[in-house]
């Protein structure tokens, strides 16, 4: 299992070599370079996981159920962590996700992409 949002594991809807786990880096406003020597410092606040994977094709019923995991502000992914070799869950938010119908006649649903971001960070 890669990843599993509440109750329900995301991993077989994944299309393989597109999940991600980004651990990108917030930086406070005293952060910067300086102009006279060049030096760059200021004071990191985290790193926070952004995980991004693309969802293969779906039927009706299966984009139903994900689309309204993805619709909640805040969710609770448990996802695999390389730094750890373990688990981890965390809370979460959620990036816009765009339907695309691939056709009316069978309603299946086109690939989307799908990005989650840490609401606190990284521990």
């Known amino acids: ?24 880096k917030q930086w ?15 004071t990191l606040i985290g790193v926070f996981p952004k995980i991004t994977f ?16 993805f619709d909640a502000a805040i969710v609770s992914a448990t996802y695999y962590d390389t730094k750890t070799k373990t688990m981890k869950t965390a809370q979460f938010y959620c990036g816009d996700v765009i339907d ?7 309603m299946k649903h086109d690939q989307t992409q799908i ?6 960070k990284y521990s």
């Open 54 to 69: 693309t969802l293969g094709t779906l039927s009706n019923n299966d984009a139903s159920t994900l689309y309204s995991i």
């Open 100 to 106: 695309k119908i691939k056709s009316a006649k069978t």
């Open 28 to 42: 406070a406003t005293d952060t910067g370079r300086s102009t006279i020597t060049g030096k760059f410092s200021g």
């Open 1 to 24: 299992m890669l990843l599993k949002i509440g109750n329900t594991d995301i991993t077989p809807y994944i299309i393989a070599g597109s999940y991600e786990v980004g651990r990108y």
């Open 115 to 120: 990005e989650i971001v840490a609401v606190e």
